[in-house]
Structure formats: C-alpha cells, structure tokens
C-alpha cells in the first residue's frame, strides 16, 4: 500500500510546473516546424525564407537531399530520417532526380534539381569541427550545440576556437545573452562587422574557472567583446580603413576619441535608416576596402543586431556578393520564424474550432460553447484558491468535474 502511494506521489506534479513545461514542448515545436503541419509538400513556394528540412539517408545516404516536413511524414515513413531544424532559402527536393526512381508522392512536378538549395556535412548527420552525429553515441553526456547564423552548421562549445566557453556570453543562470553566433570560420567574411558600435556584439562578462592549482577564483568584467575590433586586429581578419583627414583620431589605446559618446549617436543613425537609403553609416565603401582574410574568432551579436546593418547601395551590393543579403531579411531570423510559427498555430487552431462548430446545429453549438465556458470559469474559480507551488493530484481534476457535473444538475 505504502508503495501505492509513492508511485502516485511521484506522478503528481505543480500547475507551474505542468505550464512551464507544456510552454517548452510548444516553444520546441515551433522553433521546428514553423507551425507547418505537414499536409502539403512546400516545394510549390519556392526557396522559402526559412523552413523545418529534413534529410533521408535511406534515399540519399550521400546527404545531398533535404526534403520538408510533409514528406518525411507521407514519403519517408519508416526511413531513417535526420532533423536539421531549419534552412534558409530552401527547396523540397523529395522525388527529384537526386532519389532515382522514387517519386513525391505529394507533388510529383518537380524540376530535376534545386540549384540554388546549399548543403553540408549536417545532411549527412555530422556537426561541428569534429564532424560527430547528434546525439552522439559514443558521449553519454550530450554537449551542447550553437549554431552559426551564417553557415548554419553547429558547434559545441569547446571547438568554436575560444579559450574558454566562459567567454561566451551568459547570464549568472547559463541563458545566453547573444541572438546570433557568427563561427570561427565565417568569422572572417564577417570582419566589416567590427566596423559598427561595440553594441553590436553582446557584451561578456568573463568568470575565469576555479584553478584547482591555484586553489582560488578570479573573476573578472571583460572591457571588451569576443569578437571586437580590438581581439580580431592581433592576428585575425580585418578591414583595412583607409585614412583621411575626416578620420577620427585615436588615443593610446588605439579606441577612436570620444567613442563611447559618439556610440549612441550612430545607433540612432542606423535605426533611422530601418530601409534603403544613400548615404552610408560606416562612410566607408565596403565594395573598395581591401579584406585580410586571416584566422579570426567568432562573434556573438547582441538583440536586434541586424536593424543597424547599413542599407546603402555599397553596402547592400556588398552582402550581395560576399552571399550575405539574408542578414537584412527580417524573415531569415529565428525570432521572426518563431512568431510566424505562433501565429500560424493559432490560427489553425481558430480554423479547426470554426470548423467543427460549423458540423453542428444552432443547439449543438450553443451546447458546446457553454460548456467550454463552464469548464473554464470552475477551473478559473478552482485555481483562484489554490496554491500554486502545490501538486495537483487526480483528486484535484476529479473535484473540478464533481464541481461542473453538481451545477449541471442544478440548471436542470
């Protein structure tokens, strides 16, 4: 009896407890899926900003082939599939000439190949510089995985070349405070980056580890960003300024005078210049200035970095021709794809409920509709009384109904 009541008790579970990790799995969907559901191949929408890809390995063990959500449901069932997350400017390739013989069994008009589609070593089921799987087989412990905005390959923490992953920015909880991360290895495409505030790159508060050798702990605020100007000018990529009369001067420190005032100032500079516009941020024509393509580290950019790129005509072609122009579309990032995907949820949500009220009769609606309206206010008043850090028990769920079920017999 004893180990009854301990199964049970250890099945219960705080009403916090239960919303925050529905909140998770619903996040977790999202940032997946995109809200698609997976009816319809995608491949009549072209090369979509941004979409949940999948790679077959039963049909393409070479990993040349991403197909999307519907078909690894209706075409791959049973296959053994691999989750990319999402891809940028992608096309289904499912039943194209790259699977022989197999056609699409949702859109069978397809070209013989995508040619603007990019691949890498992901859609073969390997990550990183070490190119493992995920999960890895041989780790009982999974590491983490960052993925590159640029690339959009992942990396673990210990091999995106810093020399320590307390460099990377974080909160005194471990949450990150960058929205994107920028490898080492597109880094140096990237370097123009230093160009802009500091701001740009979200700041790092470095906690060198506990040195057992040395039996004690040194913490320190770091002045300076990974990935800064500073950092990358000692051996890594840059830009070579060229310098004029109008250049701004520079103390011994090698930071331009008043830089921390003028900051402010060329933000709002950027943020005014939200679409295209003539005249350049940076003042300097990317087009024109030679770039040191060296061994660089990798960069963490703050919130909303993008909004501040300059959009000038040289600095617009630029990102055209080092295959960058993604970086001012606000669909390519993940925060944008995210509230598409929430929207699209509740939408489809709203759908499905208009078209099941609609199966009914004027009765049978108002029946429903009241009744999702009682259910609602006895679980409102419920809660309103209880406490919250406490489990809810079968007891508590069988109370509710009890309460609904009384009043129903009282109405009638």
Same mark, same amino acid.
């Given at each position: 009896?004893?180990?009854?009541?301990?199964? @049970?008790?250890?099945?219960?579970?705080?009403?916090? @407890? &239960?919303?925050?990790?529905?909140?998770?799995?619903?996040?977790?969907? +999202?940032?997946?899926?995109?809200?698609?559901?997976?009816?319809?191949?995608?491949?009549?929408?072209? &090369?979509?900003?941004?979409? /949940?890809?999948?790679?077959?390995?039963?049909?393409?063990?070479?990993?040349?082939?991403?197909?999307?959500?519907?078909?690894?449901?209706?075409?791959?069932?049973?296959?053994?599939?691999? #989750?990319?997350?999402?891809?940028?400017?992608?096309?289904?390739?499912?039943?194209?000439?790259?699977?022989? #013989?197999?056609?699409?069994?949702?859109?069978?008009?397809?070209?013989?190949?995508?040619?603007? !589609?990019?691949? !890498?070593?992901?859609?073969?089921?390997?990550?990183? %510089?070490?190119?493992?799987?995920?999960?890895?087989?041989?780790?009982?412990?999974?590491? =983490? !995985?960052?993925?590159?905005?640029?690339?959009?390959?992942?990396?673990? =923490?210990?091999?995106?070349?810093?020399?320590?992953?307390?460099?990377?920015?974080?909160?005194?909880?471990?949450?990150?405070?960058? #929205? +994107?991360?920028?490898? *080492?290895?597109?880094?140096?495409?990237?370097?123009?980056?230093?160009?802009?505030?500091?701001?740009?790159?979200?700041?790092?508060? *470095?906690? $060198?580890? %506990?040195?057992?050798?040395?039996?004690?702990?040194?913490?320190?605020?770091?002045?300076?960003?990974?990935?800064?100007?500073?950092?990358?000018?000692?051996?890594?990529?840059?830009?070579?300024?060229?310098?004029?009369? +109008?250049?701004?001067?520079?103390? $011994? %420190?090698?930071?331009?005078?008043?830089?921390?005032?003028?900051?402010?100032?060329?933000?709002?500079?950027?943020?005014?210049?939200?679409?295209?516009?003539?005249?350049?941020?940076?003042?300097?024509?990317?087009? =024109?200035?030679?770039?040191?393509?060296?061994?660089?580290?990798?960069?963490?950019?703050?919130?909303?970095?993008?909004?501040?790129?300059?959009?000038?005509?040289?600095?617009?072609?630029?990102?055209?021709?080092?295959?960058?122009?993604?970086?001012?579309?606000? #669909?390519? $990032?993940?925060?944008? &794809? @995210?509230?598409?995907?929430?929207?699209?949820?509740?939408?489809?949500?709203?759908?499905?409920? /208009?078209?099941?009220?609609?199966?009914?009769?004027?009765?049978?609606?108002?029946?429903?509709?009241?009744?999702?309206?009682?259910?609602?206010? @006895?679980?409102?008043?419920?809660?309103?009384?209880?406490?919250?850090?406490?489990?809810?028990?079968?007891?508590?769920?069988?109370?509710?109904? =009890? !309460?609904?079920? *009384?009043?129903?017999?009282?109405?009638?």
């Amino acid at each position: 009896m004893a180990d009854a009541f301990e199964e @049970e008790a250890d099945q219960t579970v705080s009403i916090n @407890e &239960y919303l925050e990790d529905l909140e998770e799995q619903e996040l977790e969907a +999202d940032l997946v899926l995109g809200g698609d559901e997976g009816k319809e191949c995608t491949y009549s929408k072209g &090369y979509m900003k941004r979409q /949940a890809i999948f790679s077959c390995l039963t049909c393409t063990p070479d990993g040349n082939a991403g197909v999307c959500t519907a078909c690894s449901l209706s075409c791959h069932d049973g296959h053994e599939i691999l #989750e990319l997350w999402t891809k940028r400017n992608f096309r289904c390739d499912c039943g194209n000439s790259k699977f022989g #013989e197999f056609f699409c069994k949702l859109d069978a008009s397809k070209d013989v190949e995508n040619t603007k !589609n990019s691949y !890498n070593h992901n859609f073969k089921g390997s990550y990183c %510089t070490c190119c493992r799987p995920y999960p890895d087989p041989d780790v009982e412990d999974q590491l =983490e !995985n960052l993925q590159c905005c640029i690339c959009e390959d992942w990396f673990h =923490e210990e091999h995106l070349g810093l020399e320590s992953s307390d460099m990377i920015p974080r909160d005194e909880n471990g949450e990150p405070l960058f #929205e +994107d991360l920028i490898c *080492q290895g597109c880094a140096a495409i990237c370097s123009f980056l230093n160009l802009y505030p500091h701001s740009i790159f979200a700041p790092v508060q *470095q906690h $060198t580890a %506990t040195n057992s050798l040395k039996n004690k702990e040194v913490v320190e605020d770091a002045s300076s960003t990974v990935g800064s100007s500073e950092e990358l000018n000692d051996g890594s990529s840059s830009i070579e300024t060229p310098v004029t009369e +109008d250049s701004p001067k520079k103390d $011994t %420190t090698g930071k331009a005078a008043g830089e921390n005032v003028a900051t402010n100032t060329i933000l709002n500079q950027c943020n005014q210049i939200a679409g295209p516009s003539t005249k350049c941020v940076l003042g300097l024509n990317l087009l =024109e200035a030679p770039i040191r393509l060296e061994k660089s580290k990798p960069m963490f950019l703050s919130n909303n970095w993008r909004e501040i790129l300059c959009r000038c005509p040289n600095c617009t072609e630029f990102y055209k021709q080092k295959g960058l122009a993604f970086l001012l579309e606000k #669909e390519d $990032t993940i925060a944008e &794809y @995210e509230k598409m995907a929430k929207q699209k949820r509740a939408q489809h949500e709203q759908e499905r409920s /208009a078209e099941m009220l609609n199966k009914l009769g004027h009765v049978g609606k108002m029946e429903v509709l009241t009744g999702i309206a009682d259910l609602k206010d @006895e679980i409102g008043n419920y809660l309103a009384s209880f406490d919250p850090s406490k489990p809810v028990t079968s007891a508590d769920v069988h109370k509710i109904f =009890e !309460n609904l079920a *009384q009043k129903r017999r009282r109405m009638t």
